[in-house]
């Protein structure tokens, strides 16, 4: 086949493929626009056919001890599971002993950039169509996508489908769908026309969109997916190449996206190196690298505080971080109208996922007077009996329990759970009873445990990778909103969960949150938690506290991936009508 024939089949399937996902991109679309609830990918594990489950299992168990292979370019080599290279170790006690290409970025980069041409060259609704199409693809492997996730996060096997399948999966449809309305805010070409005293001046203007750079996703380990796919889908959808450089423990669910992405790129007659990935060997530092490497333009970042702040400062010349660092997040018990169900709410909230989430609370703010509640008055000593039990009732549970704390993922997180467990972080109130997973004789899992700690206290200011929660007794509730403000406005928080029934409590939560850029939940005591984040309704992230540097969920964390050019040209009435007539283009008159 020619190269022209080759040129206009790949058109006509991109063609079909638009038509196939237009109902989706405008529902999308309608989603961000109206933040009302619309979730595009099923959570619910039964709902994708029968023996859907038997099959992720059986590829999931496939893909573990072999050679994954990408075919990229630059390749140098292998990262993992070998002696001094690396691998990944599941949570829940054994090695996934897989191993994946290395590629050197002074070749990957720039064959990356060259393969990129044609993609930047389509339509936003073209990209937008291909994107979509990658994650339908995903998506029908949401099993194999969720077991990937739980055994290289910890989490247990349905949160890892929510998060790490699902959800993550809504999350980059959410980035497409931001993108895309960026991209067609202004018109392709328009015909300009005003009135002169010998008649009319008349133009044709042509507004272009032009992508940043590649774009590099430095992602984390905690929930992979979900925080890697609004950076990927959203510089891919954008018109940039995407080069992926994941967490060294964290490897397969991405490189699983980045092989389904090649795939269809190069189904409908793109470059697959227009999206790579970037394993590193252990002590590399390869963020830093590429992160400062030739024609990067965005960064997406997942990680500590430190190096994101690192990367604002040092990242290559014109690019712009967008970087998510550590949260540190807060409770304040004020006051309930359903204290059964806030105690219960409370306790669900800090041993899911083993409050790993970067919403989930660790400071709970509590009167020292203690709390009014529709039972009466509660000491804090009754609300922190009452809330150690409810977790003892959760963690009592068998294999439930187990799922619901899901595994430590390192050793600096068992090394603080044993910590604050020990009474070395402070008087230690409660702990929850010892879990042991009855699938995984290797899994690492730790119970919640509350630990007093008083006002101002440097711990409340530092977030701790385990499931600790400090309890801090404060003279008000406005002292307590205080310190809330204080230490997202220091250390970065991302959640705040508020229980009062006192109007002026709930006006200062809500000022406060504010004031320091911190969603606020108020008074959750149903099956929602504070940790929730509904995929095209909530908005994750402000960029007004060190959480993050940039607001989630908005045009702007789109708009930063592209620029727009102008290109005008003086025309005729005649060439003017003609494009009118013939094109569809619009005229506007000055």
């Known amino acids: 086949m020619s190269e022209t024939a080759t040129a206009r089949t790949s058109h006509n399937a991109l063609g079909d493929l638009r038509d196939r996902h237009d109902g989706l991109l405008r529902a999308a679309l309608s989603a961000v ?11 619910d594990r039964d709902s994708y056919g029968p023996g859907a489950a038997e099959r992720g299992r ?40 897989i191993s994946y290409p290395r590629a050197r970025p002074d070749v990957l980069l720039p064959a990356m950039a060259e393969a990129a041409r044609p993609w930047a060259a389509l339509s936003p609704w073209s990209r937008a169509a291909v994107c979509a199409e990658i994650l339908a693809r995903i998506n029908a492997r ?13 989490q247990g096997e ?12 809504d999350r980059g449809l959410e980035a497409v769908a931001l993108v895309l309305a960026e991209q067609t805010r202004l018109p392709e070409r328009v015909v300009w026309r005003k009135p002169t005293p010998t008649g009319e001046e008349v133009l044709v203007k042509e507004f272009s969109v032009v992508p940043r750079g590649v774009g590099l996703v430095v992602a984390g380990r905690v929930v992979p997916t979900w925080s890697a796919y609004p950076g990927l889908f959203a510089s891919l959808a954008a018109g940039s190449a995407v080069l992926v450089k994941p967490h060294p423990e964290a490897v397969l669910p991405l490189a699983l996206t980045v092989r389904v992405a090649r795939e269809v790129l190069r189904e ?23 992160a400062r490497g030739p024609g990067v333009g965005v960064v997406d970042y997942t990680g500590s505080s430190s190096f994101g702040t690192w990367l604002e400062e040092n990242a290559g010349p014109g690019a712009t971080v967008l970087a998510n660092g550590g949260a540190v997040n807060s409770v304040l018990v004020d006051s309930t109208g359903d204290y059964r169900g806030m105690v219960a709410n409370l306790a669900f909230t800090l041993a899911l996922y083993s409050g790993r989430l970067c919403t989930a609370p660790q400071n709970l703010f509590v009167p020292e007077r203690g709390v009014d509640t529709d039972e009466g008055h509660k000491d804090l000593s009754d609300l922190v009996a009452d809330l150690g039990a409810q977790v003892g009732a959760l963690l009592s549970r068998g294999q439930e329990s187990a799922e619901l704390l899901g595994a430590l993922p390192d050793a600096e997180s068992a090394r603080v759970w044993e910590e604050a467990a020990s009474g070395r972080m402070g008087e230690v109130l409660f702990t929850g009873p010892e879990v042991a997973h009855p699938g995984y004789r290797g899994a690492v899992v730790r119970p919640p445990v509350a630990v007093l700690a008083a006002p101002g206290s440097p711990p409340l200011y530092r977030e701790h990778p385990a499931p600790l929660t400090f309890v801090v007794p404060v003279p008000s509730a406005r002292a307590a909103l205080e310190s809330v403000q204080d230490i997202a406005l220091t250390s970065g928080s991302l959640a705040l969960g508020v229980h009062t029934t006192r109007e002026e409590v709930r006006r200062g939560a809500e000022a406060a949150a504010r004031a320091c850029g911190v969603g606020v939940s108020l008074n959750l005591t149903g099956g929602w938690l504070m940790t929730q984040s ?8 402000s960029g007004l506290n060190p959480a993050c540097n940039f607001g989630g969920s908005r045009g702007a964390f789109a708009a ?12 005729g009435s005649a060439e003017a009508d003609r494009l009118v007539s013939a094109q569809g283009v619009q005229e506007f008159h000055a």
């Open 58 to 97: 059986a590829a999931f168990h496939a893909l573990l001890g072999t050679h994954f292979e990408l075919g990229q370019p630059g390749e140098d080599g292998r990262v993992g599971p070998d002696p001094g290279s690396g691998g990944e170790t599941s949570p829940f006690g054994f090695p996934l002993r």
């Open 268 to 290: 409908y007659g793109l470059r697959p190196d227009t999206v790579c990935l970037a394993p590193e060997l252990p002590g590399e530092g390869l963020a830093r690298d590429l």
């Open 560 to 571: 930063a991936r592209f620029a727009v050019v102008g290109v005008r040209r003086s025309v």
């Open 158 to 169: 349905l949160m890892a489908f929510h998060a790490g399948a699902a959800h993550a999966q």
């Open 534 to 541: 509904s995929v095209f309704s909530d908005l994750h992230g």
């Open 142 to 154: 949401s099993h194999e996508f969720a077991l990937a996730s739980a055994h290289t996060s910890g």
């Open 33 to 43: 626009s109206t933040r009302e609830y619309w979730a595009a990918y099923g959570e």
